[in-house]
């Protein structure tokens, strides 16, 4: 059975950080794309980041150069480092695991990340 679960969401302050993971099980993990994705209220959901096993990372715009994607493959769990939060960061957290980018993969049920003074 394939699983995916996210955690590390929370309230913070504009400016500071948080480091979300999203733990795998029932797949070979190495093989897959790895992806963090967002969903704020009334918007639809959007690409943060992706990892492949061997290839380079991709960022949206909106957060380059402050949330960083990693992984760890013994441990079968992706991360994502959020630096310099701001209100706009405010959604839900998806995990995304696939094989290549044009399949729709598995998904998490998402962690809450507020961004709030």
């Known amino acids: 059975q394939v699983q995916l679960g996210e955690s590390g969401g929370g309230l913070v302050q504009p400016g500071e950080s948080l480091r979300l993971s999203c733990t795998t099980s029932g797949l070979t993990f190495n093989i897959y794309i790895m992806g963090w994705y967002r969903q704020a209220p009334g918007k639809q959901r959007e690409l943060v980041a992706t990892?492949?096993?061997?290839?380079?990372?991709n960022y949206s715009d909106s957060v380059k150069g402050r949330f960083t994607i990693s992984r760890d493959n013994p441990k079968n769990t992706t991360y994502l480092q959020m630096n310099s939060l701001k209100p706009e960061d405010t959604a839900v957290y998806y995990c995304?695991?696939?094989?290549?980018?044009?399949?729709?993969?598995?998904w998490g049920q998402g962690t809450q990340v507020t961004v709030s003074s």
């Open positions: 995304n695991a696939r094989i290549t980018f044009s399949s729709p993969g598995r």
């Open positions: 990892i492949p096993s061997g290839g380079t990372t």
